[in-house]
């Protein structure tokens, strides 16, 4: 008797660790059982501490918010699937924009380091000029300002790169 009592102590301790309330109210029905330790695995100030470094953690590992110098309202396009047409949706936002009465600047920046279509789609090509402070001037076709990695790399090479490299290549490719 003191075996299965002792088994059932265990399967609803565990039982309330992993499953939840119910299953420990339906152990604890079995007449074999008479008590039920009631325990909590988390210590409030460990909890707190573990808190703080995880936002600690999430403040240093995200990138720092900052402006795009001469841009004023950014529409952003993605996805997490490739194919999917997002190069085709912002080509054609862009070019909507571009025929709204109040005439605004329109500029397309695409991301995309690794497939980059943009000058495909809008017919651009050659190495943008730079300015006297080494900035990219983008090229522009409809009217439309257009940067991309396409047009800086040859479209017959690979483009291998990781991590840090791909950050740089963006922040250059906004600034």
């Given amino acids: 008797m003191n075996k299965t009592i002792f088994n059932m102590k265990t399967i609803a301790l565990w039982s309330k660790c992993h499953f939840g309330p119910s299953v420990v109210e339906m152990a604890t029905k079995s007449p074999a059982i008479t008590t039920i330790a009631r325990f ?12 703080a470094r995880q936002e600690e ?7 720092k918010r ?22 085709t949706v912002s080509v054609n936002i862009a070019a909507a924009l ?3 009465k109040s005439n605004p600047a329109v500029g397309i920046l ?5 497939g980059p ?3 495909t789609m809008m017919n651009v090509s ?3 000029e730079l300015t006297p402070q080494n900035n990219m001037i983008p090229l522009v076709n ?20 990781r991590g840090p490299m791909v950050m740089g290549a963006l922040n250059k490719l906004l600034n």
């Fill in 40 to 51: 909590s695995t988390k210590d409030p100030k460990k909890s707190e501490a573990l808190k």
């Fill in 57 to 63: 953690l999430m403040r240093r590992s995200l990138p």
């Fill in 66 to 87: 900052k402006s795009i110098p001469g841009v004023d309202n950014v529409i952003l396009v993605s996805s997490g699937k490739g194919g999917v047409g997002k190069s």
């Fill in 98 to 100: 571009m025929q709204h």
């Fill in 110 to 114: 695409d991301a995309d380091l690794f």
């Fill in 117 to 119: 279509s943009l000058p």
């Fill in 126 to 128: 050659g190495l943008p």
């Fill in 142 to 161: 409809f009217g439309i300002k257009c940067m991309s990695m396409g047009l800086l790399v040859d479209p017959k090479n690979a483009v291998v790169w």
